[in-house]
T-cell receptor, first 113, second 117 residues
Framework: NAGVTQTPKFRVLKTGQSMTLLCAQD?????MYWYRQDPGMGLRLIHY???????AKGEVPDGYNVSRLKKQNFLLGLESAAPSQTSVYFC????????????FGSGTQLSVL | AQKITQTQPGMFVQEKEAVTLDCTYD???????LFWYKQPSSGEMIFLIY??????QNATEGRYSLNFQKARKSANLVISASQLGDSAMYFC??????????????FGSGTQLTVLP
């Protein structure tokens, strides 16, 4: 079972470059999320989606954009990368409902120089 | 105010002993869920246990149990008979009722557990 797949696993960018992180899930989940993880700060929500064609801002959305054109895919874009965006990025998905756990991808280590 | 507070940045426990990891939360919703995840050094997020706000009994999953005290707004994770493989970062998280903007899982800052041989 593939579950939640993130690509790429590692990336190094120069300040000002752009990139897109891809998240794909094969569990027919309605909800999808992008989190970033920084030391001592846990996971912070960047953007999320509650269905195909919908997106919403999380706790730290500035500098990121997202799209969910297909139910199984959730893309995270950085238009002009900054060193402050150096982090580990996790994608997750779930069914709707407060009892539903999140399934996580394996993470993307992004460094912005 | 933080929604999830984990006051123990690091904890040590002797192998085979029990350990409690603290978690307090803040919500005005009556319906919510509490989760614990484990993150080993390899980086993946592993779901451990879930407690619903209306669940009458404390959740248990193998060696993991949740000490849920609703009036105190605490959801402490208890790991019994610690093993070396339990050394990891542990995150407490809350999911409020699925209405409006409260559809995300909010995480605490984590507790790094080290099991000593």
């Amino acid at each position: 079972n593939a579950g939640v797949t993130q690509t790429p696993k590692f990336r190094v960018l120069k300040t000002g470059q752009s990139m897109t992180l891809l998240c794909a899930q094969d569990m027919n989940h309605e909800y999808m999320y992008w989190y970033r993880q920084d030391p001592g700060m846990g996971l912070r929500l960047i953007h999320y989606s509650v269905g195909e064609g919908t997106t919403a801002k999380g706790e730290v959305p500035d500098g990121y954009n997202v799209s969910r054109l297909k139910k199984q895919n959730f893309l995270l874009g950085l238009e002009s990368a900054a060193p402050s965006q150096t982090s580990v990025y996790f994608c997750a998905s779930s069914y709707s409902g407060h009892r539903e756990k999140l399934f996580f991808g394996s993470g993307t280590q992004l460094s912005v120089l | 105010a933080q929604k999830i507070t984990q006051t123990q940045p690091g904890m040590f426990v002797q192998e085979k002993e029990a350990v409690t990891l603290d978690c307090t939360y803040d919500t005005s919703d009556q319906s919510y869920g509490l989760f614990w995840y484990k993150q080993p050094s390899s980086g993946e997020m592993i779901f451990l246990i879930y407690q619903g706000s209306y669940d009458e009994q404390n959740a248990t999953e193998g060696r993991y149990s949740l000490n849920f005290q609703k009036a105190r707004k605490s959801a402490n994770l208890v790991i019994s008979a610690s093993q070396l493989g339990d050394s990891a970062m542990y995150f407490c998280a809350m999911r409020e009722s699925p209405s409006g903007s409260a559809r995300q899982l909010t995480f605490g800052s984590g507790t790094q557990l080290t099991v000593l041989p």
